[in-house]
């Protein structure tokens, strides 16, 4: 069975910390993809990777950096977290090869206060 | 860069009742187009895909998508609800072709939510 695990599924920060979102898979995908999910606004892709150290900006970078030093890792980071980037964060994965699906994790909901 | 469109916000139907929810994509070249569905408190998971071929794709729990491409449609269908299905349903698009780095990038719309009454 194909395994995206985020590294929290509840989190709560306070403005202005840095904060560290961790999405892990197992099965040597070359893509990973970081959205949020916001009812009504479905999924918005903020960034994605499609190999190590590589990666790509989505619909709504700002506010928002990415990592990815490992293939089975990548990172989302909140270099200054503010009100507006609470919200619901869901990692992807899938091979780069054309005819694939998307694999989720189950999301981690952030809470800035 | 491609974009999806879902017309249904929220949709409510009575078990038994026959589903279509509606979903177009914006793109100018070839396309692969997917149904996503997440139950209440679960992750996404794929309900079925259209890389090429046959336009009409059969997926799991009895739902089927019919790739319209003169309207850029692929929309969802299933012909009798049952209240188990209740969930948010999302249409995602991807480039079928490489043309640079983000062709990788998977495009979803805001998703329209299905409320099935027993």
């Known amino acids: 069975d194909v395994k995206v695990t985020q590294s929290s599924r509840y989190l709560v920060k306070r403005t202005g910390e840095k904060v560290f979102l961790e999405c892990v898979q197992d099965?040597?995908?070359?893509?990973m993809f970081w959205y949020r999910q916001d009812p009504g606004l479905g999924l918005r892709l903020i960034y994605f990777s499609y190999d190590v150290k590589m990666k790509e900006k989505g619909d709504i970078p700002e506010g928002y950096s990415v990592s990815r030093e490992k293939k089975e890792r990548f990172s989302l980071i909140l270099e200054s977290a503010s009100t507006n980037q609470t919200s619901m964060y869901l990692c992807a994965s899938s091979h780069r090869v054309r005819h694939t699906e998307a694999f989720f994790g189950q999301g981690t909901r952030l809470t800035v206060v | 860069a491609q974009s999806v469109s879902q017309h249904n916000h929220h949709v409510i139907l009575s078990e038994a009742a026959s589903l279509e929810l509606g979903c177009n994509y914006s793109y100018g070249g070839t396309v692969n187009l997917f149904w996503y569905v997440q139950y209440p408190g679960q992750h996404l998971q794929l309900l079925l895909k259209y890389f090429s071929g046959d336009p009409l794709v059969k997926g799991i729990k009895g739902f089927e998508a019919e790739f319209i491409k003169s309207k850029f449609s692929f929309n969802l269908r299933k012909p009798s609800v049952q209240w188990s299905d209740t969930a948010e349903y999302f249409c995602?698009?991807?480039?079928?072709?490489?043309?640079?780095?983000?062709?990788?990038?998977?495009?979803f719309g805001k998703g329209t939510k299905l409320s099935v009454i027993p």
């Open positions: 099965m040597d995908h070359e893509n």
């Open positions: 995602a698009v991807t480039p079928a072709l490489y043309s640079g780095a983000g062709s990788y990038q998977l495009t």
